[in-house]
């Protein structure tokens, strides 16, 4: 795979603004964005955010996940001290919103958020972290300050060639929606989130 920009464009966020860049040579078709909001462009090392698309939580408020939370966190920090969100569009964990939608029925009927996923015939996590290596590098960035939870989300991204300088938790944001699939992703996935510091949010 070899990314090469497309456009570089900027976009007012409300009270924030980030420049969107997009790429040529994705395999998949599908509309990847990065979002910068770097204050020098030329840093050694650089704040980082992979954030995979969640249509419930990023853009309805879902309180059956922490996405949204996650992402305007990211926002938030990023335009204050400079990074990069990258936004893949692996709704799901790469099984798509109708799936998705799917496996929320199951959960309502007691699955975790992984064994609603099985229970439909498809992997519990089909996210690759691989194009997000190559966005970086198409953007002449190597070495990073990974801000992320999910181990496999570093693993994969040092297999890409993407060098991690620090590992830097997020916020663990509790919901009354949440408690279950919060509790699955440390149990199962071993996402380093300490669910005694949790911040309740409404």
Avoid: W
Wanted: aromatic share 6%; net charge neutral; glycine share 8%.
């Amino acid at each position: 795979m070899k990314l090469k920009i497309r456009n570089t464009v900027e976009v007012p966020l409300g009270d924030k603004k980030a420049r969107f860049v997009t790429f040529d040579g994705i395999e998949d078709g599908k509309d990847h964005v990065l979002l910068d909001f770097r204050k020098r462009l030329f840093e050694p090392v650089i704040n980082v955010r992979v954030h995979s698309e969640c249509l419930t939580g990023d853009v309805f408020g879902s309180s059956r996940c922490d996405c949204g939370e996650q992402l305007k966190e990211a926002v938030d920090k990023f335009d204050l001290e400079g990074g990069i969100i990258i936004y893949l569009r692996q709704e799901g964990r790469g099984i798509g919103l109708n799936n998705k939608l799917d496996a929320y029925a199951l959960q309502l009927e007691g699955l975790d958020t992984y064994q609603a996923n099985t229970a439909l015939g498809l992997d519990e996590d089909l996210r690759d972290y691989r194009l997000a290596a190559e966005m970086l590098k198409a953007m002449g960035i190597k070495k990073i300050n990974l801000f992320s939870n999910n181990p496999k989300k570093a693993n994969q991204l040092i297999k890409y060639g993407i060098e991690i300088d620090e590992k830097v938790s997020t916020g663990v944001f509790l919901k009354e929606g949440n408690i279950h699939y919060l509790k699955a992703k440390v149990d199962h996935t071993q996402h380093t989130l300490n669910l005694e510091n949790a911040r309740c949010v409404h």
